[in-house]
């Protein structure tokens, strides 16, 4: 990997759309290497943010492949306290969407190539996204709920890869399950001795590492 010497970070607000139509904007923070190569949009899990610390680190190494990255809420504060929103996979995707066309409008990202990282059901969120949104040229999921994408799993056409922790034993079977009814270019990648949120010593690097060479290798391959 080549180290960054630089990256610009900048707030950001993502037009969106609210409950009976309302217009509201979510928060995020959009970090670009000099120069990018590609960009990747978080979709984090339920009861997480836009200040994932997992995610904010698996977003650092990225940088290092000269990939940019966005993260951000896709709810409201006072969304996100109704449990409902938390797992309605259909408005996570919506929501990721709206970043899709937000990126898309702005000078420094529209002619990037687009990748997508999900965790938990933000994952899922992330493949119902990549299969009606052409734009999205790769998926990676982290200890992902892939299984909740349903039946858009067959719709999917990007090349994905699903990391799972080996001590994940539950998400893991829902993985592999997942796994089988995906149609397109896909990899399962089991991390040895990692449980749900990667917090052995070297497992979130691990996957962070599987995630960067995923995305250098079929982000690069649109530029």
Known sequence: MTLVHAVESFDVSIPATGAKGAALALPGRLCLPAPPTGLVLFAHGSGSSRSSPRNTFVA????????????????????ATDRVNVFDVALLAERLLAAVRFVAGLEQTRHLPLGLFGASTGA????????????????????GRPDLAGRKLAAVHVPTLLIVGEA???VLALNER????????????VVPGA???????????EAARLAAEWFAKHLHMQA
Do not use: M
């Open 168 to 170: 994940d034993t539950e």
């Open 124 to 143: 899922a969120a992330a493949l119902v996204a990549a299969a009606r949104e052409p734009r999205v040229a790769a998926v990676v999921s982290r200890g």
């Open 195 to 205: 449980t749900h949120l990667f917090e052995e010593p070297g497992t979130l690097g």
């Open 60 to 79: 650092s190494v990225l940088h290092e492949s000269w990939i940019g990255t966005l993260l951000f809420d896709l709810l409201t504060e006072q969304e």
């Open 178 to 189: 997942a796994y089988a009814l995906l149609e397109c270019e896909r990899r399962l990648a």
